[in-house]
């Protein structure tokens, strides 16, 4: 265990539970609410009035999004809802009648915001504005969202139709561990089906971070006048993801590139256990002394400017022979300012079988004592 845990300590470096942020004025940002989220880990960098309730326009379009992938399958056909055509906003011009899949159309709502796709699926899904909103609700609640309600599947103007900086980093944080979100909202352009006609309708991405800003791998962008410009950009980078949300906010394009520069210049990924690290365990009774653990890699994104980390051994004194390979002996525990930031389970690598002879209870409490 010695070896381990020196290097471990020899690290020293922190996890970012705290982050001395720099205030609205520092970076330059123009938002009137903003949040920079690590993905990672769910912190805070940066933000401004980030639990504050505001329209959102089309960033709805991310919950959209969630609800139908995690409902339907992307191959299912979808008869176009007359209700869905003439939309107004942005739009595909979507006919009654017409007939996508599940993923034409997701592309078309995340590409293109189209507000007819928003509401062709959401009355596939649920059969009614109504109960789709009532699932895109449900999944704001089981997410934490506290500062989210919907009142259509598409963002336009409407009451009672609001969410934060902060929850939105939050729901995109989630949006991205769903792989089909995570491809559609990185495409450039895509095309699929019009009235039939194969590849009729050229859809384009209007996240300029794609194209201008390395590593950028999505997500959404929104406007309403009531609203003004808003924007959720994710990208990853030295191992890093970070997530950028930006509320009426006249030079998004420009504070997004700011913000994520800021963010991966203050951030690093450090390796807690490296691949390969190992440790001993005390063997009692059996044909040898010690067993021989792996322990599971893992690493932590922290400031660059890093203070002291804190390991901590959830491992028994002793084992009783026999120890199988395999056997998960325990946790090392990674903690900073209290709070715990990893942990990595230790295996036994190798077997050590029993002593032939049985201990008896008298040696065993001499063991245990020892």
């Not at 991405?205 to 590593?215: A, E, F, I, S």
Request: some cysteine; overall charge neutral.
């Amino acid at each position: 265990m010695k070896k381990i845990i020196s290097v471990i300590l020899a690290l020293a470096f922190c996890f970012p539970a705290f982050y001395a942020s720099p205030s609205y004025a520092d970076i330059g940002l123009s938002a009137k609410a903003f949040v920079l989220m690590c993905a990672d880990n769910g912190d805070i960098i940066l933000s401004r009035n980030e639990n504050e309730r505001l329209p959102v326009a089309s960033l709805t379009k991310i919950m959209t999004a969630v609800v139908v992938i995690e409902d339907l399958d992307p191959g299912r056909v979808v008869i176009v809802d007359p209700k869905a055509c003439g939309t107004e906003g942005s739009s595909v011009y979507l006919a009654a009648g017409e007939k996508l899949t599940v993923e034409e159309l997701l592309y078309a709502l995340l590409l293109e915001s189209a507000n007819d796709a928003a509401m062709a699926l959401a009355l596939e899904d649920s059969g009614s504005i109504e109960a789709f909103c009532a699932k895109m609700n449900a999944k704001a609640l089981e997410l934490g969202l506290l500062d989210t309600h919907y009142s259509n599947p598409h963002g336009l103007d409407a009451d009672g139709h609001y969410s934060s900086a902060r929850d939105l980093a939050v729901l995109t944080r989630y949006a991205l561990s769903l792989p089909l979100f995570r491809t559609i909202a990185g495409t450039g352009n895509r095309r699929i089906p019009k009235n039939g006609e194969k590849d009729a309708r050229y859809l384009v991405n209007h996240n300029k971070l794609l194209v201008t800003y390395p590593g950028c791998i999505g997500v959404k962008t929104g406007f309403t006048k009531r609203c003004g410009r808003c924007l959720v950009s994710a990208a990853s980078r030295n191992d890093i993801t970070l997530i950028a949300v930006t509320i009426n906010d006249p030079c998004d394009w420009e504070d997004h590139k700011r913000m994520l520069d800021y963010g991966f210049s203050s951030l690093i990924r450090r390796d807690l256990v490296a691949e390969g690290e190992t440790l001993d365990i005390s063997v009692v009774s059996g044909v040898n002394s010690t067993a021989a653990c792996s322990v599971e890699p893992t690493s932590c994104v922290m400031p660059t400017d890093a203070g002291d980390i804190e390991c901590i051994s959830e491992l028994r004194r002793f084992y009783f022979a026999p120890v199988e390979r395999g056997y998960p002996a325990g946790w090392l525990v990674f903690r900073y300012g209290g709070k715990e930031i990893a942990r990595s389970r230790v295996y036994v690598r190798e077997t050590v079988e029993a002593q032939k002879y049985k201990m008896t209870p008298f040696e065993k409490i001499r063991a245990f004592f020892r």
